[in-house]
């Protein structure tokens, strides 16, 4: 699954308009080891579907997250996952590149009261096409590929099919999606966010994968993103589209 342009900046309207903090909840999630192994186990099954369906973005604060990318040795951040009450639990840990653990910070699950329709909005949304680096312009995301992935994954959570294969890598299931520190360090520098909110949706070859965007305090996006990347207010949206398995620690063979 490639990184460059699978899911968009278009994730704006979705928390401009459903995410504000009297119409949604917030639920610690803390990914322990037996969450961890409970979740290569779970069985994914409507109710798993209709929990899963609650849940709009795991939130993970920025001013804890900062600590996480300067802790020394630091180079990558998996996305870990879990599962309880019958919902999909995440946490994300600092590694090295041998992928040794070296700080973890838990996240807040986000829940949405607003049905599916608000999703809708996004194909007016537009997003940076360039942050002057290689390795960030190949973790942006295209805003039209990001409203598929969306009505995708939850198109596959309302009908509770296939569930186990899209979560899954012949067979086994995803344990976390890494990616780079820099793509985090990047997103800390806009003063406005307050959360780094983690997405879930499916992307183009029928797996589900992750979006990250930066959210203000009020978990909203502001709509100042430009197609020239210039607008002060602007937020990028990054992909985190490494999963365990088929890739494994950083410098795994």
């Not at 329709?117 to 990001?146: E, Q, Y």
Request: glycine share 6%.
């Amino acid at each position: 699954m490639k990184r460059t342009s699978l899911f968009g900046a278009a994730l704006i309207a979705l928390l401009m308009f459903s995410c504000q903090k009297e119409n949604s909840q917030e639920n610690n999630s803390a990914v322990s080891k037996a969450e961890q192994e409970n979740w290569q186990t779970a069985k994914l099954d409507a109710k798993f579907a209709d929990s899963q369906k609650q849940v709009t973005a795991y939130l993970f604060p920025t001013d804890a997250m900062s600590k996480l990318v300067e802790t020394p040795n630091v180079e990558y951040v998996q996305f870990v996952l879990g599962y309880s009450d019958n919902t999909l639990q995440i946490k994300v840990i600092g590694v090295d590149k041998t992928g040794k653990e070296f700080a973890s910070v838990d996240s807040k699950i986000l829940k949405d009261a607003s049905g599916t329709d608000k999703f809708s909005v996004l194909r007016t949304s537009t997003n940076k096409t360039s942050k002057g680096t290689a390795l960030l312009n190949d973790h942006l995301i295209s805003p039209d590929i990001a409203l598929d992935g969306i009505n995708a994954w939850q198109k596959k959570l309302n009908t509770v099919s296939d569930l186990d294969e899209v979560l899954s890598y012949e067979g086994s299931r995803f344990k976390y999606y890494s990616l780079e520190v820099a793509i985090i360090v990047d997103m800390l520098k806009n003063k406005n966010t307050a959360n780094i909110g983690l997405f879930l949706v499916l992307n183009p070859i029928g797996k589900v994968t992750t979006i990250l965007i930066g959210l203000d305090k009020n978990n909203a996006i502001k709509n100042g993103i430009s197609s020239t990347g210039k607008t002060a207010d602007s937020q990028d949206v990054y992909d985190a589209t490494r999963p365990c398995p088929p890739n494994g620690d950083p410098t795994a063979p």
